[in-house]
């Protein structure tokens, strides 16, 4: 009796400091973004006396000219258009990866696996960028992001057709589907599942993405949402709700995200780190 | 018809050739060229062969290499920390607790929070007089501290920022590696005789250690790479001593030197190579099959 009791209080005690420390920070940020600037300058964990996220949202947008409202479109672009082309690369490299195997593959996969650990280099990357004219461009940052997910989109989607049995192309190539036509009618299809969890995460990670924007996209007009909220912190040192209200924003399409496709993104996260 | 042609056309290195030139072109390239221009003054458009001197400054100058120390104290701290929390709360959340379910998205929720937005969260709660944090340990009478402003405390400060921000990734990869763990192991423990510690101990921490080993290597190399926390909380001050390499590698590039910052990313490639591939050697020895 005694030792259920113990166990149970210990238990109770865990679960409260779990959430204490996990949701005491979130719901600051949320009770931050409903206050007035003073009200905000105290810095207190209190919920917002008379709460105005109408009018704090209104003016996080209208802040700067609408930085904002360009900054997600930016973002927005940045993040399909990265992720379209790394699916359609990292998916047929993951076709033939897992599906033949000679000398240059080996090769191949190691500089995969070195993609994963080492940083990029960023100057010499930015010297790339300008020798090809595509530095400041968004173009240019949409090929970077795909060259630093690919390593991570590739693995998935080798381990991924270790699953999808060979008896399947043979009986494709017997029909003289082969080539181009088998990849793009029945393997591709198949990959779905990998294809879902890549675009979940791989739109999380680029849309948080922080440090490439800031040095392969500088200057206001390009900003992405990250950026933005840089250049509120030196604006707004004193708006603290302002600040945080950007804050609440800017969490709101990854938690959207998280909602629907939880399942994809545990999955995807705890294959990456399996397989690799 | 031939199955080999077939076979060859089916699976031809056509495939690779886009993701080859991406990944060549934007990520290999720069990789490569790294090595000269870290030897040079560089300044985009001209270089100048300097040979090691970039390097020998980067172990001379203290505000440099205290990146260096800096850097690995980091990346242990942030790594020893997310395993060990990790697994105990994985632990936790596996057993027969009732909001197991909702504990685990809240502890993963911080990772869907972009790392800048957490950072200046956390700036503003470690204040050291008006913050949150502060406050709270008032009215249970200590006296909080300088978490960002004081020399010795600040790098941990940030540390812990990490750690509560991406725990929530090594909970789930640990689940999974608990989940994995068939039953009959541990009704065989209890039949013997078995308690709690044995069951940790000699069961759920060696059949686990292949989700252990992800952990440990993901959460070494991310702390070695990182730089945007310790950008918004710090800057690398007070002075420098919360700098990491990858923030020198920042305050370079803002300064026009560009030869220097590319020294620092060598720098950075060689100790993420010198400590990740002996680590992850280590590891996969000490992994015990089922």
Same mark, same amino acid.
């Given at each position: ?14 679960v409260l400091l779990t959430i204490v420390v996990f ?62 082309v790394l699916i359609v690369v990292s998916a047929m ?168 496709f939880n399942k994809q993104i545990v999955a995807g ?8 | ?137 008032? #009215?249970? $009478?200590?006296? %909080?501290?300088?978490?960002? /402003?004081? &020399?010795? =405390?600040?790098? +941990?400060?940030? !540390? @812990? ?92 590039? #803002?300064? $026009?030197?560009? %030869?220097?910052?590319?020294? /620092?990313? &060598?720098? =950075?490639?060689? +100790?993420?190579? !010198? @400590? ?15």
């Amino acid at each position: 009796m005694i030792r259920t009791l113990r166990r149970f209080s210990l238990e109770l005690l865990t679960v409260l400091l779990t959430i204490v420390v996990f949701i005491g920070p979130l719901l600051f940020i949320l009770f931050m973004a409903g206050k007035t600037t003073p009200e905000a300058g105290d810095m207190t964990l209190s919920l917002p006396k008379n709460p105005q996220y109408g009018e704090n949202i209104l003016a996080v947008f209208q802040a700067s000219n609408f930085l904002l409202v360009r900054a997600f479109i930016n973002s927005l672009m940045l993040t399909v258009f990265s992720i379209a082309v790394l699916i359609v690369v990292s998916a047929m490299a993951g076709f033939v990866l897992e599906r033949r195997s000679s000398r240059l593959l080996s090769i191949t996969n190691s500089l995969i696996l070195i993609g994963l650990m080492i940083p990029p280099s960023v100057m010499t990357t930015i010297w790339v960028l300008q020798g090809i004219g595509l530095y400041k461009t968004l173009f240019g940052l949409i090929m970077i992001e795909v060259a630093l997910g690919f390593p991570f989109a590739v693995l998935l989607y080798r381990a991924f057709m270790v699953t999808v049995p060979r008896e399947l192309d043979e009986a494709a190539m017997m029909e003289g589907c082969s080539g181009w036509s088998l990849y793009r009618k029945i393997i591709f299809p198949l990959l779905k599942s990998v294809s879902a969890t890549v675009i979940v995460l791989s739109s999380i990670n680029i849309f948080n993405d922080f440090v490439n924007p800031l040095y392969f996209l500088p200057g206001a007009q390009n900003a992405t949402v990250q950026l933005t909220l840089f250049n509120f912190m030196t604006r707004y040192s004193t708006q603290w709700n302002l600040l945080f209200t950007n804050v609440l924003l800017l969490t709101v399409p990854p938690l959207i995200l998280f909602l629907f496709f939880n399942k994809q993104i545990v999955a995807g996260m705890v294959a990456g780190a399996v397989k690799s | 018809m031939n199955v080999n042609v077939s076979y060859a056309k089916s699976y031809s290195y056509w495939f690779l050739l886009p993701a080859a030139l991406i990944y060549g072109l934007f990520f290999l390239v720069p990789t490569l060229a790294s090595f000269y221009f870290s030897l040079t003054r560089w300044t985009l458009t001209e270089s100048y062969f300097t040979g090691l001197d970039n390097f020998i400054m980067f172990f001379s100058e203290s505000s440099l290499n205290i990146g260096l120390v800096n850097t690995v104290i980091y990346a242990v701290l942030t790594a020893g920390l997310k395993v060990v929390v990790g697994f105990l709360l994985a632990v936790m959340l596996t057993s027969e607790l009732r909001t197991k379910h909702l504990l685990r998205s809240i502890i993963f929720f911080p990772t869907l929070i972009s790392t800048i937005a957490v950072g200046i969260t956390f700036s503003n709660l470690f204040h050291p007089t008006m913050g949150a944090i502060n406050n709270l340990l008032l #009215q249970v $009478g200590i006296e %909080g501290p300088d978490w960002l /402003g004081d &020399v010795k =405390l600040a790098l +941990l400060s940030v !540390a @812990l920022v990490d750690v509560w921000k991406g725990v929530g990734i090594a909970l789930v990869i640990f689940i999974a590696g608990i989940l994995a763990i068939p039953q009959h192991y541990y009704e065989a423990l209890a039949i013997d005789g078995g308690n709690a510690w044995h069951k940790f101990s000699n069961l759920t921490v060696p059949l686990a250690r292949p989700a252990l080993n992800s952990v440990i290597l993901l959460a070494f190399i991310g702390g070695l790479r990182s730089f945007d926390l310790v950008w918004t909380m710090t800057g690398g001050g007070p002075g420098f001593t919360t700098d990491l390499v990858a923030s020198i590698i920042y305050k370079q590039y #803002q300064g $026009g030197f560009y %030869g220097l910052a590319t020294a /620092g990313n &060598v720098i =950075l490639v060689i +100790l993420v190579s !010198a @400590l990740a591939f002996p680590l992850f050697r280590f590891l996969s020895k000490a992994e015990v099959d089922l």
